[in-house]
């Protein structure tokens, strides 16, 4: 792995959610620290959304709050859930078109391994806020998605219904990979692996 990991292009997120959110399985999101350090984590998880879904913020209106939706792809949209947790999504699709991918779950090395199990962990985690709502992926803004390990290029995902809404409950928009501890909640009847056999996030370490 690259020491200092490059962004994702553009024109990965110009693309439907639902095509997104499989592909970002695996890839990685990067944050620099205020001493030059890297934290870093691997998507685990995600959810798609698009301005068709009841369960989009955009479904129904465009409004101050959800604006960044909008936007160009490849950009941040941070939104408050209930108040008072931070989830982070990436635009995708094409501006003026309410589509993102919901981060819902990261696998970060050398720390518990559900430290970032679900949205809201994982923007306390990384001190995610609305203050980084439309910030571009981008190294040069300090907060980027980066390509996906290769060693999970081939790994086996489990697609299924998304969690947490009221409205699109049985859409089938959500992916995570199967060998992960890390999961904010797994498919009915999938079990979680036994530690031996599941995917190891620390072995990615070396080199980074």
């Known amino acids: 792995?690259?020491?200092?990991?490059?962004?994702?292009?553009?024109?990965f997120f110009a693309r439907p959610a639902e095509l997104v959110a499989p592909d970002l399985i695996g890839c990685l999101l990067v944050k620099r620290q205020e001493d030059g350090s890297l934290l870093w984590g691997v998507v685990v998880?995600?959810?798609?959304?698009?301005?068709?879904?009841?369960?989009?913020?955009?479904?129904?209106?465009?409004?101050?709050?959800?604006?960044?939706?909008?936007?160009?792809?490849?950009?941040f949209y941070v939104y408050v859930s209930y108040g008072i947790h931070h989830c982070v999504n990436?635009?995708?699709?094409?501006?003026?078109?309410?589509?993102?991918?919901l981060l819902r779950a990261l696998a970060m090395p050398g720390e518990p391994e559900r430290i970032a199990a679900g949205p809201a962990l994982l923007a306390r985690r990384f001190g995610l806020d609305r203050?980084?709502?439309?910030?571009?992926?981008?190294?040069?803004?300090?907060?980027?998605?980066?390509?996906?390990?290769p060693e999970l290029s081939e790994a086996e995902l489990v697609q299924t219904t998304r969690i947490g809404i009221s409205q699109g409950q049985d859409w089938p928009w959500r992916w995570y990979l199967r060998s992960s501890r890390s999961i904010s909640r797994?498919?009915?009847?999938?079990?979680?692996?036994?530690?031996?056999?599941?995917w190891d996030v620390d072995s990615c370490v070396a080199g980074f």
């Open 1 to 11: 792995m690259p020491k200092h990991p490059s962004a994702l292009p553009q024109a």
């Open 45 to 75: 998880e995600t959810e798609a959304y698009s301005q068709d879904d009841p369960a989009c913020h955009g479904y129904r209106r465009r409004s101050p709050s959800n604006e960044t939706l909008f936007g160009e792809p490849g950009r």
């Open 90 to 101: 990436v635009v995708t699709h094409r501006a003026d078109w309410a589509n993102g991918v």
């Open 131 to 149: 203050s980084h709502d439309c910030c571009p992926s981008s190294p040069a803004q300090g907060l980027w998605l980066a390509p996906r390990l």
């Open 186 to 198: 797994r498919a009915k009847g999938d079990r979680s692996p036994p530690l031996a056999q599941a």
